[in-house]
T-cell receptor, first 114, second 113 residues
Framework: GESVGLHLPTLSVQEGDNSIINCAYS??????FIWYKQESGKGPQFIID?????DKRQGQRVTVLLNKTVKHLSLQIAATQPGDSAVYFC?????????????FGRGTSLIVHP | NAGVTQTPKFQVLKTGQSMTLQCAQD?????MYWYRQDPGMGLRLIYY???????DKGEVPNGYNVSRLNKREFSLRLESAAPSQTSVYFC????????????FGPGTRLTVT
């Protein structure tokens, strides 16, 4: 089974709203957590990462929160735009033999209505 | 920089046929990966190569083989394709400033009939 999962497979929001995408993970030994964005017909693209010793990290219009107590990760997108419409994946990363091996969740489809 | 490139973009195979998916990266990354993505699913790791000369199995290696030809290239081979291998295949590499950040190719859409 998958060790990383998402609570909401589809999220619909209005342009300008804030979006929150959630993710649960199971491996407390994971070193890094990453959010990826995948647009239709393309490969996933890195958005933001957070190390396991942090609980919050902010980027441009995005914030990732990490709650290690309940093994929960969230991605907040401020002032969501139509260009944010995509599938978002969280991934937990373990270091194995010098290479980071990610485990991906199923993904949440974010639909932004103009 | 082209980043990660994959060929072909699309492929249709008959059951039992073989083929090799090609992947190359020009970022001088040490690690490379092959994933498959099925509808409504996340990416599942097939094989990875932590460095040139090494390969390891991922979550779903059965029915596949890989070759790390050199630092740039990592190929995935289906010896005898099955309909269950119909999927979109992504190659990725990592080893930049954020060693855990993966850069993905555009994918190969494979249909096995």
């Amino acid at each position: 089974g998958e060790s990383v999962g998402l609570h909401l497979p589809t999220l619909s929001v209005q342009e300008g709203d804030n979006s929150i995408i959630n993710c649960a993970y199971s491996n407390s030994a994971s070193d890094y957590f990453i959010w990826y964005k995948q647009e239709s017909g393309k490969g996933p693209q890195f958005i933001i990462d957070i190390r396991s010793n942090m609980d919050k990290r902010q980027g441009q219009r995005v914030t990732v929160l990490l709650n290690k107590t309940v093994k929960h990760l969230s991605l907040q997108i401020a002032a969501t735009q139509p260009g944010d419409s995509a599938v978002y994946f969280c991934a937990e990363n373990l270091n194995a033999r010098g290479s980071y091996i990610p485990t991906f969740g199923r993904g949440t489809s974010l639909i932004v209505h103009p | 920089n082209a980043g990660v490139t994959q060929t072909p973009k699309f492929q249709v195979l008959k059951t039992g046929q073989s083929m090799t998916l090609q992947c190359a990266q020009d970022m001088n990354h040490n690690s490379m990966y092959w994933y498959r993505q099925d509808p409504g699913m996340g990416l599942r790791l097939i094989y990875y190569s932590a460095s040139e000369g090494t390969t390891d199995k991922g979550e779903v290696p059965n029915g596949y083989n890989v070759s790390r030809l050199n630092k740039r290239e990592f190929s995935l081979r289906l010896e005898s394709a099955a309909p269950s291998q119909t999927s979109v295949y992504f190659c990725a590499s990592s080893g930049g400033q954020l060693s855990y950040e993966q850069y993905f190719g555009p994918g190969t859409r494979l249909t096995v009939t």
